[in-house]
């Protein structure tokens, strides 16, 4: 293996949402960036955010954008995503993570799009796997802003029942709900107001940001404008959002109200992934000794598995503890970093 010990490797994960990097010295970044809208932009942010990791001499990418739709199929996307980054790269050379579990050239991954496409969990995977001592059954917990993954691990490394997103998600693997971007009603179509069932609109005015930010679970951010109205991620603010779910304006409900409803979404939600990972565990070789939580909504993964008696007894491991919560944020870019640097 090379000694790279010298040279700096960048770790990007390219999302539909999200930009995440991190690099050999700990460092990370995300930088908001929805790229169904902006997509022509890319190249000059990825720029910008390399040149804060200099000098590099690999870029190591992974991603789950292709499935944004600024592109007509997924293969489209992964062709655009890794030329717009080898472009950015201006002559750094670019390595492009596979569901295979391997590096390849970026013409490769363009070739083989079906495994490139949504490989980062993957990386985290094979990376966090390591955590398991030899012969243990366990499960790896990521949940960030817009889904949640619940990848088998077995003797050290994953044993997903399927490589592609639509697989992922037939078996329960992959939980299209996150912490932050996903529409409240997505989660449940009914709350209860004065013991009343009461009906949702069925429209994008509120997401989980806002239970979440009325919860005090997530810290509110007054510069945070990616929100379902595009204004401020303040608890003021979700408050209002949260009423439009029901048509009402904020007056017309009681903070206490307000309150219950975020609960009352947030129990759903954690139904939605509670139910998944029974499905998951079953189809485990046998019981978990070990569960890694990971992700930027980690504490939601934390509440999950506190609710399931049957896990009273399994070691957890938070990698945002490990880490810290800006670089486990970008966990995937880590890992990749980490895979780069042994294999490259």
């Known amino acids: 293996m090379t000694d790279r010990s010298s040279e700096n490797i960048i770790g990007l994960d390219l999302g539909g949402a999200n930009l995440k990097f991190a690099d050999r010295h700990g460092r990370a970044l995300s930088i908001p ?7 022509r932009e890319l190249e000059d942010v990825l720029r910008n955010a390399f040149r804060q990791f200099e000098p590099a001499k690999l ?33 750094i050379p670019v390595t492009v993570w596979q569901t295979s579990g391997e590096f390849v050239y970026p013409e490769v991954g363009c070739e083989f799009p079906i495994l490139t496409a949504a490989a980062n969990w993957m990386a985290l995977a094979t990376w966090a796997a390591r955590a398991l001592e030899a012969g243990e059954t366990g ?6 802003s817009t889904t949640t993954d619940l990848i088998p691990l077995s003797d050290g490394y994953p044993c997903p029942s399927g490589l592609t997103d639509y697989e992922r998600l037939r078996s329960g693997e992959l939980v299209y709900t996150g912490g932050q971007r996903t529409p409240l009603c997505a989660v449940s179509q009914t709350v209860r107001l004065d013991d009343i069932e009461f009906p949702l609109a069925a429209e994008m005015f509120a997401t989980m940001l806002d239970v979440y930010l009325i919860l005090k679970e997530i810290p509110g951010n007054s510069s945070d404008f990616n929100t379902a109205d595009g204004r401020p991620a303040d608890i003021n603010h979700a408050r209002q959002r949260l009423a439009r779910m029901v ?11 307000l309150t219950e409803m975020a609960l009352q979404f947030k129990e759903s939600q954690q139904r939605l992934i509670t139910r998944q990972l029974r499905r ?20 939601i993964g934390r509440s999950v598995v506190k609710a399931c008696p049957e896990l009273n007894d399994v070691n957890l491991l938070s990698l945002p503890k490990m880490l810290g919560s800006k670089l486990a944020s970008a966990a995937c870019a880590h890992a990749l970093v980490q895979l780069a640097n042994e294999r490259i």
């Not at 499960?139 to 960030?144: K, Q």
């Not at 048509?247 to 109200?257: I, P």
Request: charged share 15%.
């Open 33 to 39: 960036f929805p790229l169904w809208k902006s997509w």
């Open 139 to 144: 499960l790896l917990i990521d949940i960030g």
């Open 59 to 91: 870029i190591a990418l992974t991603m789950t954008g292709e499935l944004a739709d600024c592109f007509a199929n997924p293969a489209e996307g992964v062709e655009y995503l890794i030329n717009t980054t080898v472009a950015a790269a201006n002559g």
């Open 280 to 299: 998951v565990m079953k189809s485990l070789p046998s019981h978990p000794q070990q569960i890694i939580l990971s992700g930027s909504c980690e504490f």
């Open 247 to 257: 048509c009402a304006g904020e007056h017309q409900l009681s903070e206490s109200q």
